[in-house]
């Protein structure tokens, strides 16, 4: 198993993903026909990919941004995803934790992610100490 920056050719696979990647982060919350760039608030954007055999496993987007309380610079993990077939064998744990290491070497002081209401991925995030810190809550108007 290696975890290393992404290759062109595998940021091509990584890009054809995103619609699939969007409505599973997003428990099918956001239109996956809007093109939301993965980097729009980030700053210093890498992939990172995890490859098992010479097969890629999945990937983990990091870079860092300034959060909006303190105005700290902060790591900023923006999307993980594990191919469905790799799924719970602990893949997804190790890209977090490669992307701790890396926001440490860079000397940061904390990491942040955003995870919707419902992605399951949320009890891996936990485990691994992350913490809610503050709950988005939305009403439709058009809606009754």
Request: charged share 25%.
């Amino acid at each position: 198993m290696l975890i290393r920056k992404a290759t062109e050719t595998e940021l091509h696979i990584i890009k054809q993903h995103r619609p699939i990647v969007q409505k599973e982060a997003t428990v099918g919350y956001l239109d996956t026909n809007v093109d939301i760039p993965p980097d729009l608030y980030v700053n210093n954007s890498s992939y990172y990919v995890i490859v098992d055999n010479q097969t890629l496993v999945g990937w983990v987007q990091i870079g860092d941004t300034i959060d909006n309380y303190d105005f700290e610079k902060v790591g900023i993990i923006t999307e993980l995803y594990i191919l469905p077939h790799f799924r719970k064998q602990g893949y997804g744990k190790k890209l977090i934790q490669a992307a701790l290491t890396i926001f440490k070497r860079r000397g940061l002081k904390r990491a942040q992610l955003n995870v919707f209401a419902g992605n399951k991925a949320k009890t891996l995030y936990e485990s691994l100490g992350f913490k809610d810190i503050s709950t988005v809550m939305e009403k439709y108007l058009d809606r009754d």
